[in-house]
């Protein structure tokens, strides 16, 4: 049996938007600016999901993590005015925000995924339901450890799998063993001059008994790059 991550995208209600101040619509991979206080807090959330890491410009903001709600608080440390940050969530991808200072109260900035659970297998109903939820939860287990890069059992040593695509290129980066299931990491890269749309189904032939797809992103710039997560179920 295979199961294949497959990503919908909704349009959202706009009922749950009141509970902050700053609904932002976001997508896996996707960049957008925001304006937030330049000198209190603002209260990070990613709706129905949590915030496993943020990555900024050394220095720039003080972070404060709360790890029951899966919640940060960022504060500008003067005199920074705009800056970068990534936005690492645990189900829902990697998001990009231009951070832009301004004299204001601190606020809370809810990302709302257009995506949600893009690191999920999502797989059919079957009689079999315990022992496809266990499944699933192990090829979830590895994936996230594969997003955190937690414990790889070594470098893929494969052959370069440019030549599948004329458009992109790929190349093999580390695997990783979880009971019967083998993740592998790839860089996928747009080497051509137009932007690249890539979808996980591309992907489902790449390897023998593939179990889950998973991209960082599904939309690439001319040489921009994302990594590529898949998983295996291993021959008895």
């Not at 829902?92 to 200072?101: A, E, K, P």
């Not at 499944?135 to 470098?155: C, N, T």
Request: one cysteine or more; a negative charge.
């Amino acid at each position: 049996m295979k199961w294949i991550i497959r990503v919908g995208c909704f349009l959202l209600a706009t009922g749950g938007a009141a509970q902050a101040k700053q609904p932002l619509q976001v997508d896996n991979g996707g960049s957008y600016e925001v304006t937030v206080s330049d000198h209190e807090p603002t209260r990070l959330v990613v709706q129905g999901d949590r915030i496993i890491r943020i990555f900024s410009t050394n220095g720039a903001l003080e972070q404060l993590a709360d790890k029951d709600s899966g919640e940060v608080y960022i504060t500008p440390v003067a005199p920074v005015h705009d800056t970068e940050i990534y936005v690492k969530s645990q189900d829902s991808g990697t998001f990009t925000l231009h951070l832009h200072m301004d004299n204001r109260p601190g606020d809370t900035l809810q990302l709302i995924p257009l995506q949600p659970g893009i690191l999920k297998p999502k797989v059919a109903e079957t009689g079999r339901s315990l022992q496809v939820a266990g499944h699933v939860q192990r090829i979830k287990e590895l994936i996230k450890r594969m997003l955190l890069e937690q414990d790889p059992a070594g470098s893929l040593k494969r052959a370069d799998y440019a030549r599948r695509w004329k458009e992109a290129q790929l190349k093999p980066l580390q695997w990783y063993q979880q009971e019967t299931l083998r993740g592998e990491v790839y860089l996928l890269s747009n080497t051509s001059n137009a932007t690249l749309n890539i979808q996980e189904a591309e992907f489902e032939q790449l390897q023998p008994r593939i179990a889950a797809v998973a991209l960082e992103a599904h939309e690439l710039a001319p040489q921009q790059s994302t990594r590529l997560f898949l998983v295996r179920e291993e021959a008895p």
